[in-house]
């Protein structure tokens, strides 16, 4: 007889494009329905993933939360919906999500619960106070609420269990990573330089990122114009939400490193596998926070090596294929990039073909997907049989 598919609930903050929305996409585009039966939960508005999402033939629903915090109602509306769907286990995503989660947990008549963790550590500096409160709660929750608690990184990992999370129930599974999406392309690179008058010859820089102090793209500008004093024919680009100009940070490190007309500001893209697949080098500048970065796993795959920050797992996923230096130290992260440049044309390729290989053996999506889908399966089939209505 058939197993029929697990009904599975995903509570997330948010559906605006960031790692772990696009890693949710990415899982639901991968599950076909006869493996994994999903619906989605924003916690709050729906964000702009909500409609590809929809696209799937997936159900998503929203709380119209105004925040992650402080709306008592979100929780009855959550249960009120929960016990509609009648899920065989609820999947929340991230701090606040996994807090409501918990806080739902006691009325849904013995439904799984399964946490999502997907950051390291968190800078109290930059980092809203709500959420490292919200984090810190985390840790004596996770002794009475979830069945089982994914972690995006061995560091997600041991960060967690370092402030006490429970860690007998964690399980480690990364991103994953599309190979026919993200892949080796010479008309990307040469048509993407065209556009922006850049040479096929000249070496080229790229950072994919969103503005944000976690990325430290400060770094990223001290770093390239070190790389630039060498290497006067070094090209850059940057893209992602607010990495423009017209942003008077970016303009201020920009003027102040020097760089002018060698850096390119693309702003967002929805394109980031083209702009992958035009680089000789992607650049991670990270300072804190990171789990998985999806962004190096992406460049990867399409053949680019990788100079990265020891942030999260990001040298877990280089490996040594590129190189990983401390973070907040542009000399290094320089000496890095001139390392790769200076392996020539043939050298970068060969790593290139390695990174990609590398995604291919461990982080492929197929793969990834498959072990969530395992897990959801075991932690259904072993769940204890609910009690029939009297």
Known sequence: MNTPPARVVHVITGLDTGGAEMMLYKLLSAWPSTRIDSTVVSMLSAGELAGPIADLGIDVHSLNMRSSLGDPGAAVRLIRLLKRLDADLVQTWMYHANLLGALVNPWLR????????????????????????????????????????????????????????????????????????????????????????????????????????????????????????????????????????????????????????????????????????????????????????????????????????????SGLIVGDTGFTVPPRDPAALAAAILTLLGEGREGLARRGQAARARIDTEFALARIAARYSDLYNSVRLSRPARRSAA
């Not at 129930?169 to 993200?182: H, K, Q, V, Y």
């Not at 070190?226 to 939400?241: F, N």
Request: glycine share 8%; with cysteine; charged share 25%.
């Open 110 to 313: 013995k439904t799984p619960l399964l946490w999502n963790l997907r950051q390291s550590t968190l800078d109290p500096k930059t980092s809203k106070l709500s959420t490292r409160i919200v984090m810190r709660a985390g840790a004596a929750l996770s002794w009475a609420a979830p069945r089982c608690i994914v972690c995006c990184s061995e560091r997600v990992r041991d960060v967690h269990r370092a402030l006490g999370y429970r860690a007998d129930i964690m399980a480690m599974i990364p991103n994953g990573f599309e190979l026919d999406r993200f892949r080796p392309d010479a008309e990307a690179r040469a048509t993407l330089r065209a556009e922006l008058g850049i040479e096929d010859s000249a070496p080229l820089l790229g950072l994919v990122t969103r503005f944000h102090p976690q990325k430290d793209l400060q770094t990223f500008f001290q770093a390239a114009a070190l790389v630039r004093a060498e290497r006067p024919d070094c090209r850059l680009l940057a893209c992602g939400h607010d990495i423009r100009l017209d942003n008077p940070s970016i303009a201020r490190w920009v003027a102040g490193t020097g760089l002018g007309d060698a850096v390119d500001l693309l702003g967002p893209r929805r394109d980031p596998a083209r702009v992958m697949a035009a680089l000789d080098v992607l650049v991670s500048s990270s300072a804190f926070g990171e789990g998985f970065p999806n962004v190096i796993g992406e460049a990867m795959a399409c053949g680019v090596p990788c100079a990265v920050t020891d942030v999260g797992d």
